[in-house]
């Protein structure tokens, strides 16, 4: 019995650094993506005042906007990151308070994600219209 629950253990943590290390270089890749001027006034984020209280509002539009079938896994991935680094700083933030500076930073680095989710959303969007309009004529 201890063993199974020993290997368990193990690779529950293990698939929890994965999931940590696979969620942390999205964000660092995405954080690369400059936002278009239309979702930066629709979101208010950039990559300056990106704030981690921005993301439930965030993921609000992204479920409003069309979905191109290429990011749903990044947003579902992001999203339980996000909630798994509230968790952890509700936990921790009176015990190590640089911890959670740098769980304010990850927090925000999963809000920019969203919005640049939103922002290729929005831009298949126009894709869409285009392509609607263009067989329209």
Same mark, same amino acid.
């Given at each position: 019995?201890?063993? %199974?629950?020993?290997?368990f %253990?193990?690779?529950?943590?293990?698939?929890?650094?994965?999931f940590? =290390?696979?969620?942390?270089?999205l @964000?660092?890749?995405?954080?690369?993506?400059?936002?278009?001027?239309?979702?930066?006034?629709? =979101?208010?984020v950039? *990559?300056?005042?990106?704030?981690? #209280?921005?993301?439930k $509002?965030?993921?609000?539009?992204? %479920?409003?906007? *069309?979905? =191109?079938?290429? #990011? =749903?896994?990044q947003?579902? %991935?992001?999203?339980?990151?996000? $909630?798994?680094? !509230?968790?952890?700083?509700a936990?921790?933030?009176?015990?190590?308070?640089a911890?959670a500076r740098?769980?304010?930073?990850?927090? !925000?680095?999963?809000?920019?994600?969203?919005?640049?989710?939103? #922002? $290729?959303? @929005?831009?298949?969007?126009?894709?869409l219209?285009?392509?609607?309009? !263009?067989?329209?004529?």
């Amino acid at each position: 019995m201890f063993t %199974a629950t020993l290997i368990f %253990a193990i690779s529950f943590l293990t698939l929890l650094q994965f999931f940590v =290390s696979y969620s942390h270089s999205l @964000i660092a890749e995405l954080r690369l993506y400059e936002l278009s001027q239309q979702t930066r006034e629709l =979101s208010g984020v950039t *990559p300056k005042t990106v704030r981690g #209280d921005q993301f439930k $509002r965030l993921l609000q539009l992204i %479920a409003i906007c *069309p979905e =191109s079938g290429e #990011d =749903s896994h990044q947003v579902r %991935a992001v999203s339980a990151y996000f $909630r798994m680094l !509230g968790l952890v700083r509700a936990l921790f933030s009176k015990v190590f308070p640089a911890a959670a500076r740098w769980i304010d930073t990850e927090r !925000g680095g999963c809000t920019y994600v969203a919005a640049v989710v939103l #922002d $290729r959303r @929005i831009a298949y969007n126009r894709t869409l219209k285009a392509q609607h309009a !263009g067989i329209r004529l």
